[in-house]
T-cell receptor
């Protein structure tokens, strides 16, 4: 939705790092999420970060949150061809139940 | 089951017909959500339930859309008098919202692709 914005495409070479960016507008955001969508599959939760954190690392994934600028990023280290998918940023607000999604960033990993 | 399931996976219907989309959440999950995802867009919230109670239906586009979850488990999203603009992927998600859950993660099903001709 228009409250959450992402760039549409990212292309990287296998083995490089990928950085997918997201901006959001609502300062009451509580949790921010990254979901991965592969063709024909549902959305798979990759990771999330609470709004009072700056960074979270989970194996090859690093999430950075700049709450002042309302900017969220997902870094994928050593990107593999299996990481090719659409990545959605999402936020939940004070009531936790309504998720607001960006339009998704299509990551293409070239061998 | 192991995850959220939805049926049918694909539905083609003629304009003016009613359709019913089914969601079977993860067993024991308290909350159930419906989203609509247009091509090239992220999911857009429609409605959600805690147990059998519909807590928020602010995302339903108009009164042709309704949802129910009568026994607090399976849910049905019904679209009456379908129109071509209703064509989209309809996704269901569930969440346990247990006290131990600190992130309110939503687990998504594979979706139902609805095409109105």
């Amino acid at each position: 939705g228009e409250d959450v914005e992402q760039s549409l495409f990212l292309s990287v070479r296998e083995g490089d790092s990928s950085v997918i960016n997201c901006t959001y507008t609502d300062s009451s955001s509580t949790y921010l999420y990254w979901y991965k969508q592969e063709p024909g599959a549902g959305l798979q939760l990759l990771t999330y970060i609470f709004s009072n954190m700056d960074m979270k690392q989970d194996q090859r994934l690093t999430v950075l949150l700049n709450k002042k600028d309302k900017h969220l990023s997902l870094r994928i280290a050593d990107t593999q061809t299996g990481d090719s998918a659409i990545y959605f940023c999402a936020e939940s607000r004070y009531n936790f139940n309504k998720f607001y999604f960006g339009s998704g960033t299509k990551l293409n990993v070239k061998p | 089951g192991a995850g959220v399931s939805q049926s049918p996976r694909y539905k083609v219907t003629k304009r003016g017909q009613d359709v019913a989309l089914r969601c079977d959440p993860i067993s024991g999950h308290v909350s159930l959500y419906w989203y609509r995802q247009a091509l090239g867009q992220g999911p857009e919230f429609l409605t959600y339930f805690n147990y059998e109670a519909q807590q928020d239906k602010s995302g339903l586009p108009n009164d042709r859309f309704s949802a129910e979850r009568p026994e607090g488990s399976i849910s049905t999203l019904t679209i009456q008098r379908t129109e071509q603009r209703d064509s989209a992927m309809y996704r269901c998600a569930s969440s346990d919202h247990a006290l131990a859950s600190s992130s309110y993660e939503q687990y998504f099903g594979p979706g139902t692709r609805l095409t109105v001709t």
